[in-house]
């Protein structure tokens, strides 16, 4: 059975730091990734990490979010510094068997994305 854990999330204020660690069960993903959706706004992909290593982000976080595999198998963290109040959000991590899906998600969409775990809220105060 595969399951996605996520933690990390909390309360903090603009210009801190947090860091949020996925671990995923049940299968060896070709890709995982972040989305992130706030509070009337359409849910977006943050960014995207394959087993080799290769990242890809969103424009508005680039040079403040970083992801990397954690130590085991199937984890990744998402290091967020220098947080501003347009982050706030639920953060969902999310796995993909499919090659090609962490490049692909960002031009066509969730479709390429087999499995989400049930989201951590971030919330940055001024």
């Known amino acids: 059975q595969v399951q996605l854990v996520e933690s990390g999330g909390g309360l903090v204020q603009a210009?801190?730091?947090?860091?949020?660690?996925?671990?995923?069960?049940?299968g060896n993903f070709n890709a995982m990734g972040w989305y992130r959706q706030a509070?009337?706004?359409?849910?977006?992909l943050v960014e995207t990490i394959t087993t080799g290593g290769t990242t890809k982000y969103?424009?508005?976080v680039k040079?403040?979010?970083?992801?990397s595999r954690g130590s085991a198998a199937n984890t990744i963290d998402l290091q967020m510094n220098?947080?501003?109040p347009g982050d706030?959000?639920?953060y969902y991590c999310v796995a993909s068997f499919r090659a090609g899906a962490a490049t692909a998600a960002?031009?066509?969409?969730?479709?390429?994305w087999d499995y989400w775990g049930q989201g951590?809220?971030?919330?940055v105060s001024t």
């Open 15 to 26: 210009g801190e730091s947090l860091r949020l660690p996925c671990a995923a069960s049940g």
């Open 39 to 44: 509070p009337g706004k359409r849910r977006e």
């Open 58 to 60: 969103l424009d508005s």
């Open 63 to 67: 040079g403040r979010f970083t992801v």
């Open 82 to 84: 220098d947080l501003e």
């Open 88 to 90: 706030t959000a639920v």
């Open 106 to 112: 960002f031009r066509d969409g969730a479709m390429w």
């Open 120 to 123: 951590t809220q971030v919330s």
